[in-house]
């Protein structure tokens, strides 16, 4: 399984846009990237997903590395709901999923 | 989209009982689902992997035979904690995948209390 750092902690004010990094330097060719949230005592929220294209959704934006060995998620524009814990995970679709420690994102209002 | 819910979503048990926590797919079938256990400021670490209709593979460092995982239906995963202590104590959290898809669905999790 590919090995991610992220950093521990971001903050970020409201509205303003955040750029969450992800270092996964030994993915695989056939892994994905995934995001999830997790918000207090809840369990993970998909966020999104992608393989070697940018993706764009109505959550967020991925923009991965050309070399695939980092991805940037994008909150366009954050808000007091986004703060949680945000992981990365590379995974082959529906493969078990090994989390990381995840970046807490703290949003200033 | 692809719901998955938890029951209970909290409980409290007294040491030495057992305790059962069901995971299901509301609007899909998962042939596998999987289960997590998270401390208190800490990660999501994998417990073990259920696969309907056969025995669930479990992570190393994990009893399988204190923590029972039954996967009878395409809906439906069940974790028992048997003869629980309160070093069981956790939030147990279980996710489901489409079949050929690239997300898990995840549960909102169950909090066990072991006193």
């Known amino acids: 399984d590919a090995k991610t750092t992220q950093p521990n902690s971001m903050e970020s004010n409201e509205e303003e846009p955040v750029h969450l990094p992800c270092n996964h330097s030994?993915?695989?060719?056939?892994?994905?990237i995934h995001w999830y949230r997790q918000l207090p005592s809840q369990g993970p929220e998909y966020v999104i997903h992608g393989l070697t294209s940018n993706v764009n959704n109505r959550m967020a934006s991925l923009a991965i590395a050309e070399d695939r060995k980092s991805s940037t998620l994008i909150l366009h524009r954050a808000t007091l709901r986004d703060a949680a814990v945000y992981y990365c995970?590379?995974?082959?679709?529906?493969?078990?999923?090994?989390f990381g420690t995840g970046t807490r994102l703290k949003v200033l209002a | 989209g692809a719901v998955v819910s938890q029951h209970p979503s909290r409980v409290i048990c007294k040491s030495g009982t057992s305790v059962k926590i069901e995971c299901r797919s509301l609007?899909?079938?998962?042939?596998?689902m999987f289960w997590y256990r998270q401390f208190p400021k800490q990660s999501l670490m994998l417990m073990a992997t259920?696969?309907?209709?056969?025995?669930?593979?479990?992570e190393q460092g994990v009893e399988k035979d204190k923590f029972l995982i039954n996967h009878a239906s395409l809906t439906l995963s069940t974790l028992t904690v048997t003869s629980a202590h309160p070093e069981d104590s956790s939030f147990y959290i279980c996710s489901a995948g489409l079949a050929g898809g690239n997300e898990q669905y995840f549960g909102p999790g169950t909090r066990l209390t072991v006193t």
């Open positions: 995970i590379p995974n082959r679709g529906t493969y078990k999923y090994i």
């Open positions: 609007d899909f079938q998962a042939t596998t």
């Open positions: 259920s696969n309907e209709g056969s025995k669930a593979t479990y």
């Open positions: 030994t993915i695989s060719g056939t892994d994905y």
